[in-house]
Nanobody
Framework: QVQLVESGGGLVQAGGSLRLSCAAS????????MGWYRQAPGKQRELVAA?????????LYSVKDRFTISISRTNAKSTVYLQMNSLNSEDTAVYYC?????????WGKGTLVTVSS
């Protein structure tokens, strides 16, 4: 069984920064992609950023110059980070970690990011 545990959400003022973390653990033989999605109230879930095992990244256009995704691997544990700068009210959402693990999609439970104006 694979677990994705997120941390780092919270309340921040507009213009501020937050860093989200997501640690993958469990019976992991391969991780091809890790990423972050978000879902704002009344809106569909959308891909914010993703990173492949080879280091290629992809970003939602509206966050491209403000957010940075990175990944670290220590022993059997992989952790993906999302550094979020210059946050604005449109970034308010529940952020979900996603990973393609052992050929299957895994999701975290989500962490709330609230940006106050």
């Amino acid at each position: 069984q694979v677990q994705l545990v997120e941390s780092g959400g919270g309340l921040v003022q507009a213009g501020g920064s937050l860093r989200l973390s997501c640690a993958a653990s469990g019976s992991i033989s391969s991780i091809s992609t890790m990423g972050w999605y978000r879902q704002a109230p009344g809106k569909q879930r959308e891909l914010v950023a993703a990173i492949t095992s080879g280091g290629s990244t992809d970003y939602l256009y509206s966050v491209k110059d403000r957010f940075t995704i990175s990944i670290s691997r220590t022993n059997a544990k992989s952790t993906v980070y999302l550094q979020m700068n210059s946050l604005n009210s449109e970034d308010t959402a529940v952020y979900y970690c996603n990973a393609r693990v052992n050929g299957m999609n895994a999701w975290g439970k989500g962490t709330l990011v609230t940006v106050s104006s």
